[in-house]
């Protein structure tokens, strides 16, 4: 049973997504209780968000829906090996820059009183201008991010529950708009840390349940929670090994190396060339004698001849002119010469058609003893195929080179260069209250990112085994990685619960991520833009919250309607994965700005041109996105993007005048000296 | 200490790039060893995880570890007070940020030698009594090395 069918056949999937999102709103609503009317706890909740809220939404917010579906597709694509390239990498990367960047930018924020990132950049750099370029570059990678939420979610619903996307999206924004509007920062802290609970629930929960029907279809059945870990993990094993190393499996180098022995020796025994020349001479006198028969004086057959031919004739001459078409230059000048229409793109179609008959016929003849007559003429018409050259096996490969695994380092550093996640840093009580993300992220990302790999990885052992329908990609024939997880809910466990709680869980951690980013740009537009430009003191505290709240309905509003617009376009997921790459790539910048006294704005500029530049070559080289393999020397784009924009940012700060003493003594604390 | 996590975060790192490791595994294994018993290939499949995957979520077991003896061994004390100090004050004469925690009697200093060259200042209010100022190089205005309280505190 399809998804499709499955989820119309029970409507308490959408009564269950229904229910989260009044709860959402409820806990939106309480939350904006606790708001104490002022611009600071509007944009950093008064900087009095505890550990474990503080871990929740900072987690909630760097995973993405990609956490729940994109994790189970590329695992059903490449296998185990995505744990360890995304979310290990993630847990190591993440930790080491909330130690570093986090609580260095929460101390700054703090001490200097700074809500957005490009307040500390215009200070740091003391440059107006390239705070207000940061500030462009920053909304301009954030947008197609954020497109992405309400597009996914979109189109989530309606591969799910059949719902329209345009629909699902107005749902998720007004809901998202009404308690980010209500009590800001603060009331995403809540609602992120209540997302993220659900979204690593539901991983679990669907973990558990997958497992136990994945079992069920092997031979011992299902049994206690880990047997079925071990039966299912098992049946990949036999049927698609390659899904379980990040190298190259034993199984599949074994398979190589039969497939090589016995090419080695087609190639040493066979005397291809021979047969080749063989069966030139062969068919060049068959076509000689079929057109002293048919071609007339002038030794060729045109259209009106062909087609007035007998049937068994049309098929025997085809036959010969489309294997003289698969031979050498010389043979298909022959080919021309004796049919000279052969050439056109309809008739070719028409003569393999003949051909593949003729084939048929003749291989039914040649097993057919009764007719001796008509078996050697069979047997004679099938020698004239021409030989097959033995084809050399290629290699197997690992199913991630070790260059590209080492360059999955750099997806992470984007989170130091987040604007949003900057917002949720700001937001704590003390540094000591990093203390908790810090340790509890790395278990956090494994708990969340563990299940869905492995469902992804049973995934393509069902897949392989038959067992499993998954949705093509439109146009190909392709499995559709972003439709997995939802076909393995449908087909195998068909609970109305599970799929409810997965609905929750997908739209759980998208709208954890979009509350994040609305409230950051409207925070971002009232601070950067509006404030420094009317002076500090023209707005009353009061105004400037009316002034965010403004803003963030107006980013909602204007997400909203591009998102309609760009619903049906592929381009913008590809431009958002890329946009990802811009982030890792002005990282050097944040680290620089709080680590390498030496930094300048000229090396600032000079590492966001050299980003620019590069990020546009790289990114219409690889057809806009839609090339999704593409690498750069063999590695992920943004690793050397971010390598040449780190080499930039040296040379132009070391090539210019240091920073004066006293915004070194404003932004470094003694203890670093 | 920091330098200590600093390894152990490149450790980590340097760990994770986990291919040189299994030919290792698979030596130990031909040895038949006391280390026999978590000997594994790369594919093989131990209480229903595959090798490296059990290794990898090893190895995020690991980091969150490393990741406690940083903040409970090399957490950046000094940051917080800093934070709280007043940012704006002193800027304009060139001396702002140059605050140090105190050297006595809190936790978060204990770490640190204690300096007779620190002085104490009244504790008007919470923000300034976590805030001492440190006069650089010299001699003091009193005539010795020793910084001295602001004027008017």
Redesign the interface.
């Known amino acids: 049973m399809n998804l499709l069918a499955f989820a119309a056949q029970s409507n308490l999937p959408l009564w269950m997504v229904g229910a989260y999102l009044v709860i959402l709103l409820g806990l939106g609503m309480f939350s904006s209780n606790l708001f104490r009317g002022t611009s600071k706890d509007f944009f950093v909740a008064s900087r009095s968000i505890g550990p474990f809220m503080l871990l929740m939404s900072v987690f909630g917010t760097t995973m993405t829906g990609f956490a729940l579906v994109g994790s189970t597709g590329k695992a059903f694509m490449t296998g185990?090996?995505v744990?360890?390239a995304v979310?290990?990498?993630s847990?190591?990367v993440h930790?080491?820059v909330f130690?570093m960047i986090g609580?260095?930018l929460?101390?700054?924020g703090?001490?200097?009183?700074y809500v957005t990132q490009v307040q500390f950049f215009r200070e740091r750099f003391k440059s107006h201008t390239l705070g207000t370029v940061l500030f462009v570059l920053l909304v301009l990678f954030i947008i197609p991010y954020l497109l992405i939420g309400i597009i996914s979610a979109g189109k989530f619903m309606q591969g799910t529950a059949g719902l329209d996307p345009r629909l699902t999206g107005l749902v998720i924004c007004s809901v998202v708009l009404t308690y980010v509007f209500m009590g800001g920062v603060r009331s995403a802290a809540w609602a992120n840390t209540f997302q993220t609970l659900v979204f690593m629930l539901t991983g679990i929960v669907a973990f558990a349940m997958i497992a136990k029907s994945v079992a069920a279809k092997t031979e011992e059945g299902s049994g206690t929670f880990?047997?079925n870990?071990?039966?299912?993990?098992?049946l990949v094993?036999q049927v698609k090994?390659e899904r379980?190393?990040?190298?190259v499996?034993?199984?599949k180098l074994n398979r190589y190396d039969e497939s090589k022995k016995t090419y080695m020796i087609q190639s040493v025994e066979g005397d291809y060339e021979g047969a080749y020349e063989t069966w030139k001479l062969a068919i060049s006198e068959h076509l000689t004698a079929l057109l002293e028969k048919h071609g007339g004086h002038d030794k060729s057959v045109d259209t009106v001849e062909f087609e007035a031919l007998g049937s068994l004739q049309r098929q025997e001459f085809a036959f010969v002119i489309t294997e003289l078409i698969s031979g050498g230059a010389a043979e298909k000048i022959m080919a021309k010469k004796a049919m000279p229409h052969s050439g056109g793109e309809r008739e070719r179609v028409k003569l393999a058609n003949l051909h593949q008959e003729q084939l048929a016929t003749a291989k039914i003849a040649a097993a057919d003893d009764s007719d001796i007559e008509k078996q050697f003429t069979a047997l004679v018409l099938l020698e004239l195929r021409r030989p097959e050259a033995p084809i050399e096996p290629v290699a197997p490969r690992a199913s991630m080179s070790?260059l590209l695994?080492?360059t999955y380092?750099f997806i992470p550093l984007s989170v130091g260069m987040f604007p949003h996640v900057f917002q949720h840093w700001l937001t704590a009580k003390?540094?000591?209250t990093?203390?908790l993300a810090?340790?509890?992220?790395?278990?956090c990302?494994?708990l969340v990112w563990?299940p869905c790999?492995f469902i992804g990885t049973w995934a393509a052992g069902l897949h392989a085994m038959g067992e499993l329908t998954v949705p093509v990609i439109p146009g190909t024939d392709r499995p559709n990685p972003s439709a997995v997880l939802g076909a393995v809910v449908g087909q195998l466990v068909q609970n109305s619960w599970l799929m409810g709680l997965l609905m929750i869980g997908v739209l759980a951690a998208i709208m954890s991520s979009l509350d994040s980013q609305f409230a950051c740009l409207g925070t971002m537009f009232t601070n950067d833009i509006v404030l420094p430009w009317k002076g500090k003191d023209y707005y009353s505290d009061r105004d400037t919250v009316k002034i965010a709240r403004c803003f963030v309905t107006g980013v909602v509003v204007a997400s909203y309607l591009l998102s309609l617009g760009l619903m049906k376009t592929a381009s913008v997921f590809n431009l958002g994965v890329w946009c990802f790459s811009g982030f890792t790539a002005l990282f050097p910048i944040i680290f620089a700005a709080l680590y390498w006294k030496r930094a300048t704005a000229v090396g600032a500029y000079a590492c966001i041109v050299v980003t620019g530049v590069l990020w546009i070559l790289w990114f219409r080289d690889s057809g806009y996105g839609a090339d999704k393999g593409y690498t750069v020397l063999g590695m992920l784009p943004m690793a050397p993007l971010t390598i040449v924009s780190a080499m930039a940012l040296i040379v132009g700060s070391l090539a210019t005048k240091a920073p004066e003493?006293?915004t070194i003594?404003?932004?470094?604390?003694?203890?670093t000296r | 200490m920091r330098y200590f996590i600093v390894t152990l975060a490149v450790s980590l790192c340097w760990l994770h790039q986990d291919w040189f490791i299994w030919p290792i595994l698979a030596e130990l294994n031909y040895q038949e060893n006391f280390l026999s018993w978590i000997v594994a290939e790369e594919h093989e499949v131990k209480f229903g995880i595959p090798a490296n995957v059990g290794f990898q979520l090893f190895l995020s077991i690991a980091t969150a570890f490393v990741a406690f003896i940083a903040v409970w061994k090399a957490w950046p004390k000094e940051l917080e007070r800093w934070a709280e100090a007043d940012g704006y004050r002193g800027r304009g004469r060139g001396r702002g940020g140059r605050y140090r925690p105190r050297g006595g009697g809190s936790k978060s200093s204990a770490g640190s030698k204690p300096s007779n060259r620190q002085t104490s200042r009244p504790e008007s209010n919470k923000d300034s009594s976590e805030r001492t100022r440190r006069r650089r190089g010299g001699r003091g205005r009193g005539g010795n090395s020793q910084s001295q309280p602001r004027a008017g505190e």
């Open positions: 185990v090996a744990f360890g979310a290990v990498w847990g190591i930790s080491s130690f609580t260095r929460w101390a700054i703090k001490r200097l009183g880990l047997e870990v071990k039966r299912s993990t098992e094993e090994p379980l190393v990040r190298g499996h034993p199984e070790r695994w080492i380092l003390s540094a000591k990093f203390r810090i340790v509890a992220h790395p278990i990302i494994a563990l790999v003493g006293r003594n404003k932004f470094f604390p003694n203890s």
